[in-house]
């Protein structure tokens, strides 16, 4: 089970942040510089990859709605970032999503 929480080095901290888009690959992908931001984040763990993932987005999406310390919504951003720890499971995945920068102050 995993939870959401702002802590340093955890939920918050600095991470990256989009702010100008470097290049554009048609039909591709995009590389974007990124500068410091705040995240809030959550690492769930299971052995069936469609709950861990589901999971992990349920949990943020109930903090960034409001069940979180300050009982603030706050609106979804992106990118939304995640990241599973390779291996044949259980499956142990950090999900992350972009504080936006006009409200990352208040936390």
């Given at each position: 089970a995993g939870s959401a929480w702002p802590a340093e080095g955890g939920c918050w901290g600095t991470e990256p942040h989009p702010t100008r888009l470097r290049k554009a690959l048609p039909g591709s992908y995009e590389i974007r510089h990124y500068g410091p931001a705040k995240w809030v984040s959550t690492s769930v763990e299971s052995m069936d990859?469609?709950?861990?993932?589901q999971t992990g987005f349920t949990k943020l999406n109930s903090y960034i709605q409001g069940k979180n310390e300050k009982e603030m919504k706050i609106k979804m951003t992106a990118p939304v970032t995640s990241y599973v720890e390779p291996g044949s499971g259980p499956f142990s995945l950090s999900m992350d999503f972009l504080v936006p920068k006009r409200i990352k102050n208040n936390f």
């Open positions: 990859w469609d709950s861990v993932i």
